[in-house]
Structures are given as structure tokens and as C-alpha cells.
């Protein structure tokens, strides 16, 4: 770890929109000191149409700014550009294991907790054509069996707002009843818009299959590479106040603010900042 990176520094945190919040959110739950500063790229979303060399670049970009903004971690909070900017944001940046990806946390959970068995994955598209949660999780135990299912229709039923009604719990439980997904012992929420459905995905279950919130592991992840690198914020001497949060995207529109609440639990007030204009 370099001696200028000290604790007092903010995590960065990005996505291709802003349905990394949750991520956010899970973070700053788990680690209220820490001060976040957070950037969705609502300029070029969904990542899942562009191409695998668009989203380095953006990766790569994005990653430039958090630094700028004197970050001491980066938090990759998008599936899609996990799988296909993770090792670029590496390589430029130099920062090696301060760069956390959403997808190696998960893969790490389920090998450790659920050794040998089968696991579901639920995400959009372009995440399960890649292959990667089951690319990761074979390169940790070459047995467990992973089985992938894209859902196409629950990320923009989330940003729509409907979800925990009867509209909503009826498409996961087509999605879910699907002969794939038979006989899995835990679920990966492979997108971070799932985990808003978290209880509906549990309730189809109940208690016969473990429901992994990638979020709150990744949260926990986090949190486990700070103590090694002794870089989490102790907070104020007398503990008071709030940890400052930074929220920016790259193209701002009332309905992306308003959403943020959906994701967040908390409106939050979004900052337009352009990094595509020289």
C-alpha cells in the first residue's frame, strides 16, 4: 500500500447508471464512517448494448475521475462492466486489489459457503452470455455446477418502481419456476437492481434456497480489503455527523434523481458531470 493513500480518503464507487446505488447503499450501511463519492454513467447506459472494448474505455475514464477525486478505492458496481473493464481499470490505474469488482466477492461467497453444490444465477443478458459468473467460480472448485438464467424484464420492472406487488412477485416466479433453475441450492442476484427484490425472490423460495445479495457481500468485501490495507475510516473523534456523499452521473435528468430514492432508500441530490467533454 502506498503512504499517501490514508483512511480519511473516499471510496469511489461507479456504474453504468444508477442502479449501483444498492451497492452504495450496502457500503455506507455497513461502513457509515466512510465517505463515498459515486458516478453513474446515465450518458451511455445500458453497458449491456455496447461493445466489450465501449466499456473499457468508459471503465477506464471513469476510474480516471474517481482518482482525480483522490479516491483510495474503486468499487466497480455494474455486472457488465465487472466482467469486461475490471482488468483495464486494473492495468491504468496501478491501484491492484483497491479495485473491487461486483462479480469475484460473490463467486468467493458461494465456494466457501455453498462447497460443491448448485448455484443459480439471475441476470440481464449480456451478463449471463458472458459466462463469468460461472467462469469465476470454476476457476476457485471446477465442480460446482453453476446454472445461468438472464431476466430481461426485472431491471426495468425495478426502475419502474414496480416491485414487492403482485405484478411483480408473478414475473420472478415465471422467471424462477424455469426448469433450470430446479434443484439449485443458493441464487446469486447477478444485477444490482435485484437485490430491491430480494424478498420476493425469498418468498417464491422460501427456506429451501439461500438468496447471496451481492451487494451486501460485496460491502462485506470491501470492508475486509480496507482492515488489511488498515485504510477504514475510524470517522470523527466524537463520532458525529455524517460521512460526506458525493453523487454525480453523466447525464442528468429529473427522472434519474427521482429514482434515486428506489435505490438508495434516501433521495439523494445528483451532480451532472460531463467526463466526456475534452
Keep these: ?39 453513474g454513467d446515465t450518458a451511455h447506459m445500458p453497458y449491456g448494448e455496447k461493445s466489450a472494448d465501449a466499456i473499457k474505455h468508459y471503465s477506464i475514464k471513469i476510474a480516471e475521475f474517481l482518482k482525480y477525486k483522490n479516491c483510495k478505492m474503486i468499487v466497480i458496481a455494474c455486472n457488465t462492466a465487472s466482467a469486461a473493464g475490471y482488468k483495464a481499470v486494473v492495468k491504468h490505474t496501478g491501484m491492484k486489489d483497491l479495485i473491487v469488482n461486483v462479480i469475484d466477492p460473490a463467486a468467493d461467497y458461494v465456494v466457501k459457503h455453498f462447497y460443491r453444490k448448485k448455484i443459480g444465477v439471475i441476470a440481464t443478458k449480456r451478463t449471463v452470455s458472458s459466462n463469468v459468473y460461472a467462469k469465476r467460480i470454476a476457476r476457485l472448485d471446477s465442480v460446482t455446477d453453476v446454472v445461468q438464467l438472464a431476466t430481461p424484464l426485472l431491471a426495468p420492472m425495478i426502475e419502474e418502481g414496480f416491485y414487492n406487488n403482485k405484478i411483480s412477485q408473478t414475473i420472478i416466479n415465471s422467471y424462477l419456476s424455469k426448469s433450470k433453475l430446479n434443484t439449485i441450492d443458493a441464487l446469486i442476484l447477478g444485477c444490482t437492481h435485484y437485490p430491491l427484490i430480494k424478498n420476493e425472490i425469498q418468498k417464491f423460495y422460501g427456506k429451501k434456497v439461500a438468496v447471496v445479495d451481492s451487494s451486501e457481500v460485496v460491502a462485506q468485501y470491501v470492508k475486509t480489503v480496507l482492515e488489511k490495507h488498515g485504510l477504514l475510516n475510524p470517522g470523527t473523534k466524537f463520532g458525529l455527523g455524517k460521512a ?34 475534452d
Design 1 to 39: 500500500m502506498t503512504t499517501l493513500v490514508k483512511p480519511a480518503q473516499p471510496i469511489g464507487i461507479f456504474d453504468s447508471g444508477i442502479g449501483g446505488l444498492t451497492v452504495a447503499k450496502a457500503i455506507t450501511k455497513l461502513l457509515p464512517n466512510e465517505k463515498i463519492i459515486y458516478f
Design 244 to 277: 460526506d456523499r458525493q453523487f454525480y452521473v453523466s447525464d442528468y435528468t429529473q427522472s434519474f434523481e427521482e429514482s434515486s430514492k428506489i435505490f438508495f432508500d434516501e433521495k439523494v441530490k445528483l451532480k451532472q458531470f460531463n467526463i466526456w467533454e
